[in-house]
């Protein structure tokens, strides 16, 4: 009797994610999402976002199986599959894109593991990658809160070369103190004080961090861009950059890319192919 495999339905938890596995089978990919410049609406950077292609359940974000990794080991061979499967894939765009920045996604709760962000620089220095073309993201958590720790490990990357981002700014264990402390280059406001930015208080809070940016140098991304009114207010409030659905959806790269052939007149979109003149 043939055995017909019995989809596991959705609602009984995440399949299992085991990393070696997913990682022989050639299970992991990685989309790209747009981050533009809104000097020019040139593109800035590519965020390099992580999705498991599951056999039977299609594509999977990271929230349906990054909660599974339980060692430090693994975070760190993920983090390290990320960074160089990313570096591999951008390094062979054309010499137009040379400029265009890469954006990676760090877990900050293991910044605090052993040596993981001397991994992350030791695979950099293998690679023949330019890491001032690398921004590390790092997302609040509990983690930060040892600023201490954190600001070293932060350093060492920025020694290398690479810019670093926090990400999702003001939720989750958000404190200003970060923007104070953390030698940060860009802060990513996130996206969802812009999907109520109709609110006053909202619209308020983004200006403030906006004003606060601006004093610290930190450069701004406005998160979660998903229509014409919020790329405005971004715009109005003078943000520097901007990502989202309305500006560009997570793409394979090459498929990202393969736009900016197509006429602008036909896309919603940035104009991917221009070059810009402020880098
Ligand atoms: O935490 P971080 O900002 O790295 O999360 C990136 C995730 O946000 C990706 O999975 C991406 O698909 C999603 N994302 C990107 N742009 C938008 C958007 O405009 N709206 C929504 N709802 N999600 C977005
Ligand atoms: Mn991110």
Redesign the pocket.
Known sequence: MIETPTPVPFDAGPPDFDLEAVIAQDQLVLRY?PIVDLHDDSLFAV?A?LRWMHPTHGEL??AAFLGQIRSDRDHRELDLWVLNRAMQEVAILPPAFGSVALSI?VGAEHLGAPNSIADLVAAIARSDFDPRRLIV?L?ESSALRDTAAAVSRIDELKRAGVRFAI??FGTGCATLDYLARLPADFL?ID?SFIAAFREEKRAAIVEAVLMLARRFDIAVVV????REEQLDFARSRRARYA????LGR?LPLAALFARAETPARHRRDVRLGRPSRHR
């Open positions: 999402q965020e976002l974000l990271p996604n993201e997302t990400d999702d990513k996206r998160e979660g861009i998903e990502q989202g659905f309305f997570p």
